[in-house]
């Protein structure tokens, strides 16, 4: 298990960004492109799929005599292919890992992107992503692969990248989801997309080891001012607070504290798998926690508006639990209802691990928007797994069954 060590980690001033589809106006207000314009249905209801550690071009590294790589990938694109059919959702989100970099080659690491887009650009369903740690290494830039997508994919990737200091990782930025009725301006959600870095350097290599160079794995301070900025402009703008929803590959230090305190995981209260413990949150660096996410930690806690934070990495876990904000050592004085933590469903047959392959599904309706999330895990039988509704009794009173920790070969 790694260990406790707090570092001191401290917000700094204000970070300047800039994006392709968002611009500030002289009175210093978000202006929205209007040709990407996401809206909830007619029915009222916004469907989000999380596809998440898909990890392909593993074969690079493992050839496909040994029951690898290509058969692999083959094996993930018929599970989004599935529960993209049962579910059809408004949305898709990549949440990191799409790529398992370390295996790939210089020469068509970004290309494994067409593969993993592919059965959305056959229905035409919108995506955005974040990049995970593998998204990161010697042979994959990140940068590149968000130059794909946009190249290619111009109108179905709403991937971006707003923060331009050039520590802060690549896919960092909000889309806004707007209501139901096409003459209202005003967004009714905001998704904000969080990279925790994490991997390798693109083409670098130490001098003096000559090894590869390792990125920090937490969101960079300047991302932190970016986030608190824009809530900022988005509360001088539209006079309130947006509810929002959080997406991030690697999970906060507060997950990892919520799994080893005492009582954990409840089977019934928080259901789901549970099976990566110590789970591996940001800001571990040799099997010792740095503290260096408290910045974005503090961030989200202190946001009323935010409602949930979804993440990856942890492929044996899909469990959602509630933070009031309070950490060994540390009290961020959250929302009174608390933040919702959840980890979606390892999705690739790529990466370790056999438990079955699923995606995480948020259901959002305007009626109880900012009130209730529905979530559940669908698997790739097509049945639901640990179905939930993170509201303000979610664990707390509320108490659902337990799910089967089920796997495939």
């Known amino acids: 298990m790694w260990k406790i060590h707090f570092l001191a980690a401290t917000l700094l001033g204000s970070s300047v960004w800039a994006s392709p589809r968002t611009t500030l106006n002289k009175e210093n207000t978000v202006s929205w492109n209007a040709s990407s314009r996401l809206s909830f249905e007619k029915d009222g209801s916004f469907k989000l799929s999380i596809f998440e550690d898909l990890h392909f ?47 790939t080659k210089l020469h068509n690491s970004t290309t494994y992107l067409d593969q993993i887009v592919g059965p959305m650009v056959q229905r ?88 590869t160079i390792g990125v920090p794995g937490f969101v960079h301070p300047s991302v932190v001012r970016w986030f608190e900025s824009q809530k900022s402009l988005f509360l001088t703008q539209y006079g309130r607070d947006i509810p929002s929803l959080a997406f991030v590959h ?56 935010l409602k949930a934070v979804f993440s990856g990495h942890d492929h044996g876990n899909d469990w959602c639990a509630k933070w009031d904000g309070v950490l060994p050592d540390m009290d961020f004085s959250g929302p009174a209802q608390g933040l919702a933590m959840c980890f979606g469903r390892r999705t690739g047959y790529g990466g370790y691990g056999r438990w079955t392959r699923g995606s995480r599904q948020i259901l959002l ?45």
């Open 57 to 103: 071009g593993e074969g690079e590294a493992n050839p496909p005599e040994l029951g690898w790589g290509p058969p692999y990938d083959r094996k993930t694109i018929q599970v989004v292919k599935t529960i993209l059919d049962v579910e059809n959702p408004n949305l898709v989100i990549l949440n990191g890992d799409l790529i398992t970099g370390e295996d």
């Open 124 to 211: 035409q369903i919108p995506w955005a992503a974040t990049y995970g740690n593998h998204d990161r290494e010697y042979n994959l830039s990140p940068t590149k692969l968000l130059e794909r997508e946009k190249k290619l994919y111009p109108k179905l990737s709403l991937t971006k990248s707003m923060v331009t200091d050039p520590d802060a990782g690549t896919t960092n930025y909000v889309l806004p989801i707007y209501p139901s009725d096409p003459n209202i301006s005003t967004p009714s959600l905001l998704l904000y997309f969080f990279d925790s870095r994490g991997g390798h350097e693109f083409q670098r290599l130490s001098p003096t080891t000559n090894k």
């Open 250 to 305: 690697i999970p906060i230090y507060a997950m990892a504290a919520f799994q080893i305190r005492p009582g954990g995981v409840d089977k019934n209260k928080e259901p789901g798998i549970n099976e990566d413990y110590p789970l591996a949150p940001q800001s571990i660096v040799n099997d010792t926690y740095t503290a260096e996410d408290v910045p974005f930690m503090r961030a989200l806690a202190t946001t009323p508006s």
């Open 365 to 409: 309706r305007e009626e109880t928007l900012g009130r209730e999330v529905e979530t559940w895990v669908r698997l790739e039988d097509k049945t639901i797994s640990g179905a939930v509704v993170l509201n303000g009794t979610y664990g707390g009173v509320d108490r659902y069954p337990a799910v089967q920790n089920t796997t495939t070969n």
